[in-house]
C-alpha cells in the first residue's frame, strides 16, 4: 500500500483565498483523523471519522473549517476564507478500527496564508 | 486531568550516548502509551508502545520505561546515532476512547 497520500504537500495563498486539503487514506481503514501541527501548539486533533460519518469535530476551530468525507477513500478539510493564524502543516491519518491500533500518518500539507 | 506533559523540549546528545524522554500523565484511565518518531517533512510514525500490564517493552535500541505508580513513562535509545535525530511524541489513549492525547514533542539532536 503506497500509505495515506495528502495533497498539496505546500500551499501558498493569499488571505481571504479558499483552501482545499486533500487525503487518501489507506485502503480497508475505517477511521481517519485530521491534525494540524505548529510550534505553539504542537498536535491538535481537528476532526475523528469514523466509516465516513463525521463523529467528533470538536477541535475544528472556527466555521471557517469544514471537512467531509464522501467515500471510504477520500477526504477534504476546506478554510475559507483563510487567515494567516491558519498557516501550520495539516496532517491526515488512518486507522484500522474503531480505537484500537496504530495511526498511520501522510506527510501533510503546509499551508503558508499571507 | 487529559493532559500528558513531556519533557525536555529539546535535548542534545553526542553518538552512543543515551536519551532519555520523559512524559507524565494524571488520568488513570490510560491504558495505552505510544511514542511516535517525526522526521522533518515527514509525518509522526509510530515507534513502540506499551501497555501498563508492564514495566519495560524494548525493540531494538528503543525502550519505554513505565512506573503506574508515580503515572510516568519514559523513552530511552540506546546507542544513539546521528540518524535518530527527531521530534519524538509521546501520547496516551484511556480504553474504547478513539482519540490520542499528545505530549508536546520533544526535538532530540544526535551529534556525530
Known amino acids: 500500500d503506497a500509505g495515506v497520500i495528502q495533497s498539496p504537500r505546500h500551499e501558498v495563498t493569499e488571505m481571504g483565498q479558499e483552501v482545499t486539503l486533500r487525503c487518501k487514506p489507506i485502503s480497508g481503514h475505517n477511521s481517519l483523523f485530521w491534525y494540524r501541527q505548529t510550534m505553539m501548539r504542537g498536535l491538535e486533533l481537528l476532526i475523528y471519522?469514523?466509516?465516513?460519518?463525521?463523529?467528533?469535530d470538536s477541535g475544528m476551530p472556527e466555521d471557517r473549517f469544514s471537512a467531509k468525507m464522501p467515500n471510504a477513500s477520500f477526504s477534504t478539510l476546506k478554510i475559507q476564507p483563510s487567515e494567516p493564524r491558519d498557516s501550520a502543516v495539516y496532517f491526515c491519518?488512518?486507522?484500522?478500527?474503531?480505537?484500537?491500533?496504530?495511526?498511520?500518518f501522510g506527510e501533510g500539507s503546509r499551508l503558508t496564508v499571507l | 486531568q487529559q493532559q500528558v506533559k513531556q519533557s525536555p523540549q529539546s535535548l542534545i546528545v553526542q553518538k552512543g550516548g543515551i536519551p532519555i524522554i520523559n512524559c507524565a500523565y494524571e488520568?488513570?484511565?490510560?491504558?495505552?502509551f505510544p511514542w511516535y518518531q517525526q522526521f522533518p517533512g515527514k509525518g509522526p510514525a509510530l515507534l513502540i508502545a506499551?501497555?501498563?500490564d508492564v514495566s519495560e517493552k524494548k525493540e531494538g535500541r528503543f525502550t519505554i520505561s513505565f512506573n503506574k505508580s508515580a503515572k510516568q513513562f519514559s523513552l530511552h535509545i540506546m546507542d544513539s546515532q546521528p540518524g535518530d535525530s527527531a521530534t519524538y511524541f509521546c501520547a496516551a489513549r484511556a480504553g474504547s476512547n478513539y482519540q490520542l492525547i499528545w505530549g508536546a514533542g520533544t526535538k532530540l539532536i544526535i551529534k556525530p
Open positions: 506499551i501497555r501498563p
Open positions: 491519518a488512518s486507522r484500522e478500527g474503531d480505537y484500537a491500533g496504530e495511526l498511520f
Open positions: 471519522f469514523n466509516n465516513n460519518v463525521p463523529i467528533d
Open positions: 488520568n488513570t484511565a490510560f491504558d495505552y
